[in-house]
Nanobody
Framework: QVQLVESGGGAVQAGGSLRLSCAAS????????MAWFRQAPGKEREGVVT???????SYADSVKGRFTISQDRATNRIFLQMNSLKTEDTGTYYC???????????????????WGQGTQVTVSS
């Protein structure tokens, strides 16, 4: 059974930090790219960052320099370190996985096979 389970969300003030975690199981994680998406109330889901099977990363412009994705292959986990948080970072954060060979933009959520249930991040001013 495929599972992606996020944790680490919470409420912080602007300028603060949070670290999200996503635990993956039930599939060959070594053959899948992982990504973080987020969705704010009333807005479309957007790609935040991805990490490929070779460790290469791509970030949305809005989070460059503030967010960092990392991966622990031994435990099949990915992490999202979020620093200098802004109120516009508020939303539900999801981790997702897609096969490494799959075509399409990394930020296109339609290309992802597996999704977690999401974890809420709230940044107040």
């Amino acid at each position: 059974q495929v599972q992606l389970v996020e944790s680490g969300g919470g409420a912080v003030q602007a300028g603060g930090s949070l670290r999200l975690s996503c635990a993956a199981s039930g599939y060959d994680t070594g053959r899948y790219c992982m990504a973080w998406f987020r969705q704010a109330p009333g807005k479309e889901r957007e790609g935040v960052v991805t990490i490929d099977t070779d460790g290469s990363t791509s970030y949305a412009d809005s989070v460059k320099g503030r967010f960092t994705i990392s991966q622990d292959r031994a435990t099949n986990r990915i992490f999202l370190q979020m620093n200098s948080l802004k109120t516009e970072d508020t939303g539900t954060y999801y981790c997702a996985a897609r096969p490494a060979f799959k075509a399409g933009e990394w930020s296109d959520g339609r290309t992802y096979d597996y999704w977690g249930q999401g974890t809420q991040v709230t940044v107040s001013s």
